[in-house]
């Protein structure tokens, strides 16, 4: 299998290649030159069966050429080895008919786990492989470094950085990244915003001589391996429904557009998909667009659930490329429309297929509290702020008669404790391995918003 960009421009990669540059040099995203099919007899297969063998039979057709079927079932075994449920990703019934998938069982509490302790082995193997060192580095506002830092400490082949902003992220949130003790994990606490982290690790990448020096490698949200390790949930939660004989809905909490993109990608791959409800909260760009076929950024509104407060939705390029029949040049001048003037405008055939498939809800602040007071009520839970969005819009979701409806719950609630007590007027149930590590000893380093400084502790601490 070889990866093309979405704008038509960058050279085609093989999997390693695409894993390891994460941006294609055109600007674009990498994508599978075609979507492998499963028979349905291999989607009967995964009925009864755990959650490591659907990954490596799912994954493996992404990256036959690089990585053999002996090594994939290794690294598959340990990533998975390291959440806490038997099943990694739990299916829950609510009321009848709709389910919530437990994707929060890892590391971090966040289904960023999920395709991070993939990722991670997957680069380590591949530098290893190839005798070559790479520098990670990440800017957080919380929930990302700590699921990479996670995934990459004592990787034996690359150093991790993780910027964030001093000051500016939970007591939970800065301990997943300040309590390690790796020699290889490094997490600095910027005297700045988490919108300088950013500048500042852009700055690092476009810094030509730095980036080659260093090696640099990025793990963010378009990296083409987090998407294709979220398509394996939507194969096991299926299977338990009743796939291949069953069609299913998703309903899928989203920010940048990878986990649900990663729902398109098992449809393609020929699980019944019956339809994929894009949830968001006031920061609704994604279901504006659904409505009208216009994509025009507008003003972040920071809200009770921050991983899904953004203005663009990066992974979007991937299925704008799908839904434009994989017309490159078409794609490029929606992205340059999109630079200039903040908008474009899909065609009226591009979005009858995009509704084809897809449907979207807005769910408020007011709305959210809601919805995590009554699944407490009446299944006795706690669900933190993003999950209760995907519920809330999986509730507005128009599917045929009997096809059940999944909702993806994406954080564990004691990931947002301010949240929760406002819910619930309760303190979060936390897991004791979270209570544990709050008392634990924390490590980082204080820098200045000076990217001089930052690439010179850099420089001297990574081992590329
Ligand atoms: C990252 C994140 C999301 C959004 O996922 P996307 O792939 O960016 O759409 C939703 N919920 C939580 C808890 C997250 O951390």
């Known amino acids: 299998m070889k990866y093309i960009s ?7 990669l093989s999997f390693e290649d695409a894993l390891l540059a994460g941006l294609a040099s055109d600007g674009g995203l990498y994508v599978p030159e075609s979507w492998p099919r499963l028979s349905d007899a291999t989607l009967r297969s995964f009925i009864g069966a755990d959650y490591a063998s659907v990954a490596k039979a799912v994954l493996h057709p992404f990256m036959a050429d690089d990585v053999s079927a002996e090594r994939l079932s290794d690294i598959v075994d340990e990533a998975y080895a390291c959440f806490n449920h038997p099943e990694v990703a739990p299916l829950v019934a609510l ?18 786990d999920v395709a991070m302790q993939l990722l991670a082995r997957l680069m380590d193997d591949a530098l290893t492989r190839r005798g070559q060192r790479a520098t990670i580095i990440g800017a957080t506002s919380g929930d990302t470094g700590g699921a990479a830092i996670e995934a990459f ?29 790796d020699a290889n994990v490094h997490t600095l ?17 476009n810094d030509v001589s730095f980036r080659q020096d260093m090696s640099l490698a990025g793990v963010n949200s378009i990296n083409w391996a987090r998407v294709m390790a979220q398509t394996v949930y939507y194969f096991t939660a299926a299977a338990k429904l009743g796939a291949p004989d069953q069609p299913v809905a998703f309903s899928v909490p989203t920010g940048n557009f990878g986990d649900i993109f990663a729902g398109y990608v098992a449809a393609q791959m020929g699980l019944p998909v019956a339809h994929l409800m894009v949830a968001t909260n006031v920061n609704d760009i994604l279901a504006r667009t659904l409505d009208s076929g216009v994509y025009q ?27 434009t029949g994989r ?9 340059d429309a999109l630079t200039q003037s903040g908008r474009f405008e899909m065609a009226g055939d591009e979005l009858t297929l995009m509704r084809a498939l897809f449907g979207a809800a807005r769910i408020d602040q007011q709305q959210t509290l809601d919805v995590m007071r009554q699944v407490k009520a009446e299944h006795h839970m706690q669900i933190d702020p993003h999950s209760a969005i995907g519920v809330g819009a ?15 719950a994406t954080a564990h609630p004691a990931k947002f404790p301010k ?12 897991p004791q391995r979270v209570v544990d590590m709050l008392t634990l000893e924390e490590n980082f380093i204080p820098v200045a918003n000076k990217l001089a400084d930052v690439q010179a502790l850099i420089r001297a601490k990574a081992q590329a």
């Open 6 to 12: 979405t704008r038509g421009q960058a050279p085609r």
């Open 95 to 112: 009321e009848d008919g709709h389910y919530l998938l437990e994707l929060f069982h890892g590391p971090t509490l966040a289904f960023k």
């Open 153 to 181: 400490k004592g990787r034996a082949a690359v150093d991790i950085f993780i910027l964030y902003p001093d000051g500016r992220v939970s007591d939970v949130q800065r301990k997943q990244m300040t309590t390690l003790k």
């Open 189 to 205: 606490a910027v005297d700045g915003t988490f919108d300088d982290c950013q500048a500042l690790v852009k700055a690092m990448f």
């Open 297 to 323: 950024t507008g003003d972040v509104v920071a809200t009770s659930s921050p991983s899904m407060d953004i203005q663009v939705s990066s992974n979007f390029e991937r299925l704008l490329f799908e839904l």
């Open 327 to 335: 017309d490159a040049s078409r794609v490029r001048g929606y992205m």
């Open 394 to 408: 999986a509730r507005q979701a128009v599917v045929a008669d009997g096809v059940p409806i999944v909702s993806l």
């Open 419 to 430: 949240a929760v007590v406002e819910a619930y007027d309760e303190q979060p149930d936390t």
